[in-house]
């Protein structure tokens, strides 16, 4: 295991499958990890993917979800294989994916700086059409508040994650952050359903012309805020994934509760790479869902864990200019947080 520090921060790498199982600010834990990941029973079952085995905080994906073309694992070789460390000081490092996934050469940089943890990873060489994604996740106690940068869309999947237990009706697309539920009401998409024992999926769709995206979680019971950043035009959808206790069979169990995935990517969701390669409902809309290999390909991705400053319900906007990420409650008020610059090309 990789550890990482900077001021009051810590997280942890797993090379043996790429993802970062842990990050704490202070005595902040915003990743979520499943409470299998240390089962001695459930890391022996070799029918499960090594990434349901080891799910935990975030890993990079490629492709996302299903492999129905080449047969990889479940979100790729990126999440299910070895990672060899090429460069590591105390608050970074650089791993390098010992596979070649459809020929490319894929290296990882991690770093932390203050309360922000950022990702770069760099897709070089190879052939095909690939999906792409991040995988955070994080759990709520009591439930909480998202916020999200302008969103033109917002998508269900035509087939259930676990069928009978999904929420949202299926094959929605919305222009709106309100869907329909399967009892006939709506919900707002801004409320993530702590009441609710499901499984269920969305995805949501940048704003024409967005430089950065970005969701906003407010948990209740931490008292506390994740944000997530992306460059639109490179990760152009948010795939929302809440695992609330619906999966009633192991190594789930129903025990998974209170999990949110904000899943940043380049994909049709979870309907596998063949349906991503094909006319789609997104590629309708004139969104890509997939990214054509043998050109380099730079994915940035940075999260930030901070506390939520008292009475702030919902994030309004957010910005980064030289050097500083400003957050604008809905009310007007506002914080500043010191942010690299240049993380994210202007």
């Known amino acids: 295991m990789i550890r ?21 600010v202070g005595a902040r834990r915003p990743l979520h990890a499943a409470p299998w990941r240390d089962d001695p029973e459930v890391q022996g ?36 294989s070895e990672w060899d460390v090429l460069d590591q000081d105390v608050a970074h490092a650089t791993l390098r994916l010992k596979a070649r996934p459809r020929g490319t050469k894929i290296t990882k940089r991690v770093q932390l700086v203050e309360s922000a943890l950022l990702q770069t990873h760099v897709v070089e060489g190879g052939a095909g059409e690939v999906t792409l994604a991040h995988h955070p996740m994080s759990r709520m106690a009591e439930g909480g508040r998202l916020s999200f940068s302008p969103k033109r869309a917002a998508l269900t999947d035509p087939v259930a994650q676990y069928p009978g237990h999904n929420l949202w009706s299926l094959n929605q697309l919305r222009g709106d952050l309100h869907l329909d539920c399967e009892d006939g009401s709506q919900w707002d998409l801004h409320h993530y359903p702590a009441r609710h024992r499901v499984e269920d999926f969305t995805i949501l769709v940048e704003a024409r012309g967005a430089k950065l995206g970005w969701t906003a979680l407010i948990r209740q019971a931490e008292d ?32 998974h509760t209170g999990v949110i995935g904000i899943e940043d990517g380049i994909a049709n969701g979870t309907m596998g790479l063949r349906a991503a390669m094909a006319e789609n409902r997104l590629t309708a ?7 054509s290999l043998g050109p380099r390909h730079v994915i940035r991705h940075a999260m930030l864990s901070l506390p939520r400053p008292p009475g702030w319900v919902e994030i309004a906007a957010l910005s980064i200019t030289r050097g500083t990420l400003t957050l604008t409650e809905r009310s007007g008020a506002r914080v500043d947080i010191p942010f690299m610059e240049g993380f994210f090309p202007s």
């Open 45 to 80: 079952d070799e029918s499960l993917p090594l990434v349901n085995r080891r799910l935990a905080g975030d890993v990079f994906c490629l492709p996302f979800g299903k492999d129905d073309v080449a047969g990889d694992p479940p979100h790729g070789l990126t999440a299910n």
């Open 224 to 255: 506390d805020m994740l944000i997530v950043i992306k460059e639109a035009r490179v990760l152009p959808v948010t795939m929302l994934w809440i695992s609330n206790g619906g999966r009633d069979f192991a190594p789930w169990n129903g025990r």
């Open 4 to 24: 990482l520090a900077h001021a009051d921060a810590t997280a942890l790498i797993d090379p043996s499958v790429g993802n970062i199982p842990s990050w704490q």
């Open 285 to 291: 809309l004139g969104v890509p869902t997939t990214v």
